[in-house]
């Protein structure tokens, strides 16, 4: 008999996005993000990070202060590099990510074809960007859901 206590394909790939999420220098927010064919198959992971060749230690961390001290003209967020890292098209494609994509992720997500967002954390959900995204997803009949938080543990 088979056992009845396995992991189902949200908490699977959400799993993956938390892995992936893992591997971010970051010390405020880590995000990961896993992208999954129709046919089950993960084709694209990415996590917050600077760009290929940026040095990690030779740019800021900070979230506060002047534009150029602090971490946002510089971190690529994981949901583009999902996407740039994808093997293949993303036409409806599903984008488990850890936190709900901000704006100018959204554009990206829309424009590669993705058809649905799985996320785990809607901390911003009353910011502007958060409301854009929404307004952008709705209109383009991109769908969007909560996971309840999963079962398993990946301890460090």
């Given amino acids: 008999m088979k056992r009845n206590d396995y992991i189902s394909w949200d908490e699977y790939f959400m ?7 893992m591997r971010s220098k970051d010390p405020n927010t880590q995000v990961g993000a896993c992208i999954v064919n ?6 694209g992971i990415g996590y917050n990070g600077l760009p290929f060749g940026c040095d990690d230690d030779e740019f ?13 003209p510089y971190v690529v967020h994981a949901e ?16 488990y990510v850890t936190l709900f994509p901000c704006n100018e992720c959204t554009k990206l997500i829309i424009q ?8 785990l954390d809607d901390k911003y959900a009353h910011t502007t960007p958060t409301l854009a995204s929404k307004k952008m997803l709705d209109s ?7 996971m309840k938080p999963i079962k ?3 301890e460090k």
């Fill in 15 to 21: 799993g993956v996005a938390l892995l992936s999420s």
């Fill in 38 to 43: 129709p046919k089950k198959r993960i084709i």
């Fill in 60 to 72: 800021p961390w900070e979230n506060e202060g002047e534009f150029l001290d602090t971490k946002y």
């Fill in 80 to 95: 583009p590099n999902a996407i740039l890292n994808s093997t293949e098209k993303l036409d409806d494609c599903t984008l």
């Fill in 112 to 119: 590669s074809g993705i058809k649905e967002i799985v996320y």
């Fill in 140 to 146: 383009a009949k991109v769908k969007y859901r909560k």
């Fill in 152 to 154: 398993v543990r990946i």
